[in-house]
Structure formats: structure tokens, C-alpha cells
């Protein structure tokens, strides 16, 4: 598994066995800070409250939101960092024969339950709470994981320093027009060989990449509580209309709509739990 270049090694944190069915580790990665690869006893559910991740799982890559997750089974090797900086949550959850999770490594939809059980399984830390309720929040998220919707809806991610480069510089500016002969004239490669790689890597074209990309960064800056009229136009759009046309043919509702689903970000006091 190929790290990210100029990315910082955060240590993983050690630990032997886990003390119940559930356990949560709150993170902060500072930008362009990584786990080096690495593999657990245990499942994984990767969930960021603010900024956004790059998870690398087997040979795939993946940008995930605050509204989204990955769970990693017991045993696959992965690693997680931040672009930009980013707080997470990791629940840790032991085998069992009833889980009922996927075998393999999958994006999930995070319902606003269990965002919520998310946040009283912290405060339960610094409470005298009896065993058994603590068993019954354990058995709730247990429950929540297993109803979570599968997504689709994913940014992967190349692995290539010349992609990686381009992609980086595009989930920075998604406003940026230039195309495949602009971009290989700085890359050093022709449109064509550019064209090649982009396929090669991540299954689709420089263009539907990037109109991905803005979806994905208008759900993210939706989530943080951003104004439509700025994302419209930090995404390019010539007005918040035509931005607003393109989300409603892609999401089946407004970005107004969207925020009042449910979709916002944690707050302080909810991050700090």
C-alpha cells in the first residue's frame, strides 16, 4: 500500500483487546497527516465529525464527508489521512456471529441516530452509568450499523504522484476549468496519456471526475452550514440557480432541501465529547 508523498506518520495507538462489544477513539489529524498501513483485531467504523479523510482500503481510495463512513473488517488493512485536517471517530466493534455488517470494506450513509448514540456513548465516560444501560446504547449502535444504506456515492481517489497532484489541486479549486491539454502541459504528458491514466486509476474521465468532485464538495460545505450562493460559487457555477439545477438533478432535492434532511456538521460540544 502506497503512502501518500510529503504526508507526516501519525503512530497508531496500541491496544491489546477491546474492553466491550463497542469501543470509540476520538481523532484529529492535522492536514497532509497519515496512519501508516495497518491492520486491527477488531471491525472498524471510520467516521469523521469535521473535515473530511482519504481512506486507503486494500487497492482502493476513498474521500469520505462527515455524512459518510467506511467500515473496514476485522483484519483488512487500511490507513486514514486527512487532506485538510479533520476530527473522526473510530468505533471499534468485535466479531460476532450475529453482526450482520458486510464482509468487505463499504462506504456507508451515517443516520442522525446514530450520530446520535455516537455522541452518548462519549458522555457515558463521565457518568456513573449502570452496565446495563451501557449495554443497551452498545446494542442500539449495533443495531444502527446494520440498517446504515451502502453508498455509491464516492470519490475515488488516484494513486499515481502525477494524479494525486491533479486531484489534489482540483479538490482545492473545483472552480478550476483547465482540461486534459492545459493539465498535461503542467504534468508533463500528453491529453491522451492523461486521458489513459485517469481511466486506468479511478474508472472514469478527467471530466466526470470533476463534476463528482463538486457534488461530493457541496454535500461536504452543506454539512459545514456554508451559504448556497458561496459553494455556488467556489464550485464554479456562474449562479447559485445553475448550482441549485445541477444538485437537484443529481440528488433528487435542493441543496436547501438536502441541509434540512438532517445533513450538518457536529458541534463543538459535540465534537469535544
Known sequence: MELEEDWALVEVPDMEALPGPVYQRFETLPARHIFPPHAHRWNQFVYATAGTLVVMVEKSRYVITPEQAIWVPTGVLH?????????????????????????TCSVLAVSPLLRALIVELADIGG???????????????????????????????????????????LYANPADLRGADEWGAVLGASARTLARRFEKELGLGLREWRHRLRLFR???????????????????????????????????CSPTEYRGRGARPFTASEVAS
Open 79 to 103: 490507513t486514514t489521512g486527512a487532506l485538510h485536517g479533520a476530527e473522526f471517530r473510530n468505533l471499534y466493534v468485535a466479531d460476532a456471529p450475529d453482526l450482520g455488517m458486510p464482509g
Open 127 to 169: 457518568r456513573s452509568e449502570s452496565a446495563d444501560y451501557i449495554g443497551r446504547v452498545h446494542a442500539l449502535i449495533l443495531d444502527q450499523l446494520r440498517r446504515l444504506p451502502v453508498q455509491d456515492f464516492q470519490l475515488p481517489w488516484p494513486t499515481s504522484p502525477m494524479l494525486r497532484r491533479l486531484c489534489e489541486a
Open 218 to 252: 457541496a454535500v461536504e460545505w452543506l454539512g459545514a452550514g456554508r451559504p448556497v450562493t458561496d459553494i455556488a460559487l467556489e464550485l464554479g457555477y456562474s449562479s447559485p440557480s445553475a448550482f441549485t439545477y445541477m444538485f437537484r438533478q443529481e440528488m433528487g
